[in-house]
């Protein structure tokens, strides 16, 4: 049976395999391989500069690996001859900051993608926009600019945004870095809803309490490789490595309290 029709069989929605990418010199990802299934979490942690948002790009194909293969729900993104967008609605993406257009009101940004890349009519977008931004607790917001929001509003109308497009997986790359500490935990529980609701995810994050409860999986990236993986549960009590150990012991001291 080939892979494409494995992943389909197995529920497989993303499969990325020895992904390979440099900068200049810098060797950044030297052969990164993990897959995720339908409705499943997987969080990556691992050291400022690791090439954890390298890895989150080149998935999106916002970079190009040299080397490796990705595919989504078995139709292969590397190397293929359609357009970049027929994969990049299908993953949505969370930034640190945001990445809103601040000229537009937050039901107008959750829309933009709707009306411009699908095509659709403004009714339609617009109330699917609304429907996101209530999924999201910013209803009321709607018409206010983001200069008017917090920070945790954003991130939220940026959630929003993604999940208009009816994704088949999110990449969120530390949607909650940014954030003034009282701001997190709204985040954190729009994910949180988000998994349990059976949304795809892979989480860039080192908020180890979202980690702990939500994550299927944890992947350790370190010197461009995956040095540890597996359930909470073995990262946190049983890890292959002792560097592994060291690193979420380290969390807190390098990235602030995270939320428990
Ligand atoms: N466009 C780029 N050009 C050159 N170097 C880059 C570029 N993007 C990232 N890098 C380098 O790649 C390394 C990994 O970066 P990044 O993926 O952002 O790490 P992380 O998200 O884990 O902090 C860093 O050393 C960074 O400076
Ligand atoms: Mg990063």
Known sequence: MNLEKADHDNGVV????????????????????FHIKKGETIVIIGASGSGKSTLLRCINQLTIPEKGRIWLE????????????????RIGMVFQDFNLFDHLCAVRNVE??????????????????????RRVGLERQAN???????????????????????????????PTSALDPELIGEVLEVMRDLAMGGMTM???THEMGFARSVAN????IEGGKILDQGTPHKLFT???????????????ELYGKTEK
Request: glycine share 6%; net charge positive; with cysteine.
């Open 217 to 220: 999986e944890i992947i350790f």
């Open 238 to 252: 049983n890890p292959e490595h002792e560097r592994t150990r060291q690193f979420i012991c380290k969390i807190d």
């Open 202 to 204: 892979v989480v860039v």
């Open 112 to 133: 933009i993608g709707l009306i411009k890349v699908k095509k659709m009519d403004k009714k339609q977008a617009r109330e699917i926009a609304m429907e996101e931004l």
């Open 74 to 89: 078995g139709e292969e993104v590397t190397h293929h001859m359609k357009e970049i967008s027929h994969f990049r609605q």
């Open 14 to 33: 993303l499969r990325v395999e020895d992904i390979h990418k440099t900068y200049g010199k810098n060797e950044i990802l030297k052969g990164v391989s």
């Open 144 to 174: 206010q600019y983001p200069a008017q929001l917090s920070g945790g509003q954003k991130q939220r109308v940026s959630i929003a945004r993604a999940l208009a497009m009816n994704p088949t997986v999110m990449l969120f790359d530390e």
